[in-house]
Nanobody
Framework: QVQLVESGGGLVQAGGSLRLSCAAS????????MGWFRQAPGKERDVVAA????????NYADSVKGRFTISRDNAKNTVYLQMNNLEPEDTALYYC????????????????????WGQGTQVTVSS
């Protein structure tokens, strides 16, 4: 069983930065592709960024390209989301998710493809 715990959310002014972390309680973290998703009130859960098992492949939503960076440290069982130049439109509940994959280079951007989810961490950006 995989447990995911997000941290690092909070209230920040527009233009500020936050770094989200997601710690996984699993011995084989390196066999999971990871993703960050977000959901604002009244909206669907959308992908923010995804990363392959090895960390060599990443994918970003168009709205965050150039501002957000996803990374992972397999030795620490942790995936990160560095968020810079935050905008009020980034306000949402941010979730991390994990999916076991045989491929070291594949990743998924569709929420339904992920097997395990954290409880989420709130990010609020004020204008």
């Amino acid at each position: 069983q995989v447990q995911l715990v997000e941290s690092g959310g909070g209230l920040v002014q527009a233009g500020g930065s936050l770094r989200l972390s997601c710690a996984a309680s699993v011995r084989t973290f390196s066999t999971y592709a990871m993703g960050w998703f977000r959901q604002a009130p009244g909206k669907e859960r959308d992908v923010v960024a995804a990363i392959s098992r090895s960390g060599g492949q990443t994918n970003y939503a168009d709205s965050v390209k150039g501002r957000f960076t996803i990374s992972r440290d397999n030795a620490k069982n942790t995936v990160y989301l560095q968020m810079n130049n935050l905008e009020p439109e980034d306000t949402a509940l941010y979730y991390c998710a994990a999916r076991f994959l045989q491929s070291t280079t594949a990743l998924w951007t569709i929420p339904d493809r992920y097997e395990h989810w954290g409880q989420g961490t709130q990010v609020t950006v004020s204008s």
